[in-house]
């Protein structure tokens, strides 16, 4: 954007990789991460475990009460852990660099757009080598192969 910022906040399926909701705020505020959390579950149902980074968003009574409301255990990554968070430190690595630094946003509506076209695109369309050159979509949807019996 040519001026000021905007947060992005995705809930994703960690097996998969999939973008399973997101959503775009200019502010910090926890009311654009509980939206996203809040679509993922009417859309995809209820994890077992949620893991977040300990920003003032995540840690929000507002934010864990949706959880914990849900029966869902709350992980939170130790301060400077990248490592525990990593399938959504690569996925902010591909927003920025296959999308956002080759954007130049005029409005928070035209970031909303095209970040959203990116999304749907990573999911998708976009093989991911972890995935056996599967996209998200297919790694979420695919069913899983069945053991037979001997």
Not at 45 to 50: K, L, S, T, W
Not at 89 to 107: F, G, M, N
């Amino acid at each position: 954007m040519a001026r000021g910022f905007v947060y992005l906040a995705a809930v994703v399926d960690w097996f998969s990789r999939r973008v399973l909701a997101w959503r775009l705020s200019i502010t910090l505020e926890a009311a654009f991460c509980i939206e996203a959390v809040e679509e993922a579950l009417a859309r995809y149902g209820r994890p077992e475990i949620f893991n977040t980074d300990q920003g003032r968003q995540f840690t929000s009574m507002a934010f864990t009460d949706v959880l914990l409301k849900n029966e869902i255990a709350i992980s939170m990554d130790g301060k400077g852990a990248w490592r525990d968070n990593v399938f959504v430190e690569r996925l902010w690595r591909s927003v920025k660099y296959e999308e956002v630094y080759l954007r130049a946003y005029d409005s928070v509506s035209e970031a909303r757009a095209s970040i959203g076209r990116y999304l749907t695109f990573y999911n998708s369309r976009r093989p991911h080598s972890s995935l056996d050159r599967k996209t998200p979509d297919q790694a979420y949807f695919d069913p899983l192969p069945q053991l037979a019996a001997a």
